[in-house]
């Protein structure tokens, strides 16, 4: 792997660890203002709203720190690409429906628009980056570029 790819991945890994990691970490700050932001969603039952304020949090901040370990990095990329992709739908779903509210991503105050689904949808591409770059570098090498070296200088 190239100095430049090492220090895409690396930084890849730190951008998206560091984001679940922070935003996990406002909001176990203000439990009572994330269960308010999710509140604003209309679709999570009203039971429901207290104990995913509370547990949500901690599960974004423990995928953080795995990305950042490094363990199992494809499955928890693919995962965190897998969240993002929900909270953009999420996050445009709310806004087509009209309602206005808060987007308790990264903090509270923060009205849902197209700026935020933009900002946040930029968070795809660091983990979309460590889901391929995972995969092409267990792939064998071989075909094409195998060839290539294999061949002789003219």
Known sequence: MTVTLRILHWLSRCVLAGV?????????????????????????????ILPVATYFPWIEIALGLVLVSGWKLRYFSLGAAGLLA????????????????????????????????????????????????????????GGAAHLADSMPAS
């Open 20 to 48: 679940f990691i922070y935003s996990g970490y406002v909001k176990t700050q203000a439990t009572l203002q994330f269960a308010v932001a999710i509140t604003g969603y209309k679709l999570v039952p009203q039971g429901l």
């Open 86 to 141: 929900f909270f953009m739908i999420l996050l445009a779903s709310t806004l087509v429906r009209g309602i206005e509210t808060d987007c308790g991503c990264f903090g509270f105050g923060e009205r849902i628009s197209l700026k935020t689904i933009a900002r946040d949808s930029l968070f795809l591409i660091p983990a979309l980056y460590l889901v391929v770059e995972t995969r092409l570098r267990r792939r064998p090498s």
